[in-house]
């Protein structure tokens, strides 16, 4: 199973971007997402995740900014970034944890690079 990660790009501060997370195959079904990301020098942290639930939960330095979200018909994760930052400038990973048939398997996104200017 690999995981899609698209949607980012260079936007000015205060603009939007939508990063989406798709899986490779439509059997693989996904119990919780998350989205995380990685500055240059610092380490990859947790910026929003959902479980199977619905149940989300944000780091607080994106709350009331991003939104998580997951199209379980289209086995893809979504992440709506507003009122952007530069501080959110990074490399955005997504990563999923489920099921494909009886087998478990929690898969990584190659990263998608998102950069704010000022």
Known sequence: VQLQASGGGLVQAGGSL???CATSTR???IN???WYRQAPGGQRELVASVTRGGRTNYADSVKGRFTISRDKSKN???LQMNS???EDTAVYYCNVDGRIGVSRADVWGQGTQVTVSS
Request: hydrophobic share 45%; aromatic share 20%; no cysteine.
């Open 27 to 29: 059997f693989f079904m």
């Open 84 to 86: 952007l930052k530069p």
């Open 32 to 34: 919780d997402a998350g």
């Open 18 to 20: 939508r990063l989406s």
């Open 76 to 78: 893809t994760v979504y």
